[in-house]
Nanobody, 117 residues
């Protein structure tokens, strides 16, 4: 089974930027939808952005125009560029991969993003 490892979280001031990376242990190029989710403190996990094998993207309304999801199929990696960060973007960010023939997601361990002055 594919394993996912996130990196790139940290503390940033409001208005700043962070870039998250997700490395997969095996190829996810053709058969996996991928995405980023986040879990704010005291809240449920929520969609941030997804990207299909063909690179079709979908974003939560709250991050449109500020975040950009991308993937490198050759490296089996997924990225999330976050700009103009707000305190409400704070949370644990999880990478997700799901085979196109399955409805069972695979999750990474998560990386903390804190937006605070």
């Amino acid at each position: 089974q594919v394993q996912l490892v996130e990196s790139g979280g940290g503390l940033v001031q409001p208005g700043g930027s962070l870039s998250l990376s997700c490395a997969a242990s095996s190829s996810i190029s053709t058969f996996y939808h991928t995405g980023w989710y986040r879990q704010p403190p005291g809240s449920e996990r929520q969609l941030v952005a997804t990207i299909s094998p063909g690179r079709a993207t979908n974003y939560a309304d709250s991050v449109k125009g500020r975040f950009t999801i991308s993937r490198d199929n050759a490296k089996s990696a997924v990225y999330l560029q976050m700009n103009s960060l707000k305190p409400e973007d704070t949370g644990v960010y999880y990478c997700m991969a799901r085979r196109i023939s399955s409805n069972i997601p695979i999750w990474g361990q998560g990386t903390q993003v804190t937006v605070s002055s």
